[in-house]
């Protein structure tokens, strides 16, 4: 496995973490190196898992959320 | 622009300036990841729907007064915002955990506490309860992680800052993690 690219630099890369840099090092190191792909597609196919896990609240939660919303509007001058 | 194109500061933005539809758009966004994450941390369906209205009515007071800072992180934000209040719950319903972090509070310690009786008035329907089935078979500190940055949008720097360890050790937990959920679903011949 390429020495210069650690595992834990891997996490940082799927989860948008690196410098441009890092990620053109890390590109680079999955295209020649098999190991570090395939410990890559592993931890790709976990976070797929934990990207299917989503939940919705109910409609009528969220009705009341932008109906507070909407009674109490932020005023003007508090722009950004 | 589509609206779903539209970073969040600058839905923001347009909220403050009265358009009531980018909030919405906001809410939307962010409402199922949210909601997820405070279900992961409560265990019940009505308890997290209770705490998703309390956390957008307070985004809502913050910014209707001027206190949204993090012109560049909106759900981060919300996200520490959930974090606070499922905290404050468990303190007002005294069920403080045993095992403390830096900031005193262990949130996996709590997710033990709820399962008892919460767990009879909980609905849950096949989904949720393979999640958790599933979530629940990491170690705690990795099953920490996988919330704090994939539910909570924390970088690994703010975890570790959160959790009192090193990044390496945040990064080395979240690589585990991925690692053994792969296997539990495998093993177990589990879809998600």
């Known amino acids: 496995m390429t020495k210069t690219i650690t595992q834990d630099n891997l996490i940082r890369f799927m989860y948008g973490e690196t410098t441009p840099e890092e990620s053109s090092l890390i590109e680079e190191a999955l295209r020649s190196d098999w190991e570090l792909k395939e410990l890559y597609e592993t931890l790709q196919e976990g976070k797929a898992e934990l990207d299917k896990v989503k939940l919705s609240p109910r409609k009528e939660v969220v009705d009341k959320i932008l109906r507070y919303s909407k009674d109490n509007a932020p ?5 950004l | ?63 209707r007064t001027g206190k949204y800072q993090e012109q560049n992180k909106f759900l981060p934000w919300v996200s520490r915002m959930a974090y606070n209040l499922c905290i404050d719950y ?27 009786s919460a767990e009879d008035r909980m609905i849950e329907d096949q989904f949720a309860t393979k999640v958790r089935r599933i979530l629940d078979e990491l170690p705690a500190e990795q099953k920490e992680v996988v919330i704090l940055r994939h539910y909570m949008d924390m970088n690994f720097r703010e975890i570790a800052e959160m959790t009192g360890v090193s990044i390496n050790t945040a990064l080395g937990r979240m690589r585990y993690a991925l690692i053994n959920l792969r296997k539990l679903i495998e093993a177990k011949n589990i879809s998600i």
């Open chain 1, 75 to 79: 005023m003007e001058e508090h722009s």
């Open chain 2, 1 to 63: 622009m589509q609206a779903n194109t539209i970073p969040d500061n600058k839905l923001v933005q347009l909220y403050l300036a009265g358009d009531e539809s980018a909030f919405a758009e906001l809410v939307n966004r962010h409402k199922d990841r949210i909601y997820t994450y405070i279900y992961l941390f409560v265990r019940d369906t009505y308890l997290a729907e209770d705490l998703l209205q309390e956390t957008f009515i307070k985004v809502v007071d913050k910014l």
């Open chain 2, 90 to 116: 468990y303190r007002r319903d005294k069920r403080m955990p045993k095992v403390t972090t830096r900031d005193g509070f262990d949130i996996f310690s709590v997710l033990k506490f709820s399962d008892g």
